[in-house]
């Protein structure tokens, strides 16, 4: 019920702000139409630094027979993944050309939306890591974001590797610890299994699905969303502190933002490379400063005001029923022909703003 209302105000939201046109982006607006609608290929999707990241294991570093990774560097960060979709395009090729309905994309997309909005960057401000003025392609281990990333870009990487899809041995890639809280990771495919091995395990399975090829799309998706929700799991317990380098309104979206995560996951929510690109317009183009109360950031569209009041609508009816508003949306997820209409629902949505 709590949910069917939020969603209703997502869609009743989207129509009148656009039809009524009361947040004033027109310049904005028109700009985001015209490059979704004039896209004329399909690398215009891709997140920003794709070209110039790493594509292959030879071009990091080796040191004692093994690739050594700097993953606080967005550059080597981004490889990872842009190695990941490399290994695993051949499995997904049935579905799309491209490697486009690799569900993979969701987390580089997702992660290239974090470089760009700046959120990976210190928050503290006491270095210049992630800073236009300093290192801006350094990733900050005060960011809440870069943290929690790192969950989703390590941990499926090592996956990866262990479960074969890579084509390198497991003892052969390791990861350079950050300048603190260095208990709070895994560098290496054994030690993260040992340190998480619920989270390995559920990637693990993932790729197991993956490459037996008889799974469709949206199998696929139940385990990728179930390792995904695993990896969070970890990163809740872990970073409560850092929202407090924020303003009020960013560590509210932070909230709220890993909590519509899982609620993405019940209906499964297809992390396509297209339907990322589209669906990320609608989130913030910079980070939250006190004082940008959605629906009415005046350099935000209509779409970002929404989902930003749509997000902090759907932690508030969280909170308000103790949680049973998940337990509700789960159970009606399992429901298929709920999950199908719910997936419509977003898509419509994704249609009418793009
Ligand atoms: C809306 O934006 C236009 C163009 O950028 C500007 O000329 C106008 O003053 C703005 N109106 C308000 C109410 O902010
Ligand atoms: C990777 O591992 C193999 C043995 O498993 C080793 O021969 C090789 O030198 C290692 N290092 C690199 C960088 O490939
Ligand atoms: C994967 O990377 C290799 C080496 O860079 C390249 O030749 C190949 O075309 C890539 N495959 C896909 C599917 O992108
Ligand atoms: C993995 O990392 C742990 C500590 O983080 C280390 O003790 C171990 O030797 C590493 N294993 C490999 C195979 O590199």
Redesign the pocket.
């Known amino acids: 019920m709590a949910l069917h209302l939020s969603w209703t105000s997502v869609i009743v939201g989207c129509i009148s702000a656009s039809l009524a046109g009361i947040f004033n982006n027109s310049d904005l607006y028109p700009r985001l139409w015209k490059e979704s609608s004039g896209a004329s290929s399909i690398s215009d999707a891709y997140p920003p630094l794709w070209k110039e990241s790493p ?2 294991f030879s071009d990091y570093k080796v040191e004692n027979g093994k690739y050594v990774i700097n993953v606080w560097h967005y550059l080597e960060r981004m490889g990872t993944y842009k190695i990941l ?2 290994k695993t ?2 499995y997904f090729e049935k579905f799309a050309p491209e ?1 486009e309905q690799n569900i993979l994309w969701g987390l580089p997309v997702h992660h290239g939306w974090q470089y760009y909005t700046g959120r990976l960057a210190d928050p503290t401000q006491r270095t210049g890591c992630g800073h236009e003025s300093g290192d801006h392609l350094c990733i900050s281990v005060d960011s809440w974001w870069a943290d929690f990333n790192y969950y989703l870009s390590a941990m499926p990487f090592l996956a990866a590797i262990d479960s074969g899809i890579m084509g390198i041995s497991s003892d052969n890639v390791t990861f350079l610890p950050p300048s603190k809280d260095q208990m709070s990771f895994c560098y290496n495919v054994s030690s993260c299994h040992s340190s998480f091995p619920e989270a390995m395990k559920k990637w693990n399975e993932f790729y197991q699905h993956v490459k037996s090829c008889s799974d469709n799309l949206d199998d696929l998706l139940k385990y990728l969303w179930a390792a995904h929700v695993s990896s969070l799991k970890i990163a809740h317990k872990n970073f409560h502190d850092r929202l407090k380098y924020y303003s009020k309104q960013e560590a509210d979206f932070e909230r709220s933002w890993a909590l519509f995560v899982d609620y993405l996951a019940p209906p499964r929510f297809p992390t396509t490379l297209t339907r990322m690109y589209e669906f990320q317009k609608g989130l913030p183009t910079r980070m939250l400063a006190s004082g940008d109360i959605a629906p009415f950031i005046k350099d935000f569209t209509g779409f970002q005001n929404t989902v930003l009041l749509a997000l902090n609508f759907i932690r508030k009816v969280h909170e308000y029923t103790g949680t049973l508003s998940f337990t509700v949306w789960k159970t009606l997820m399992k429901v298929k022909v709920a999950r199908k209409l719910f997936l419509e629902i977003l898509e419509f949505i994704l249609h009418f703003f793009n």
């Open positions: 594509g292959e979709l490399n395009a051949k490697n």
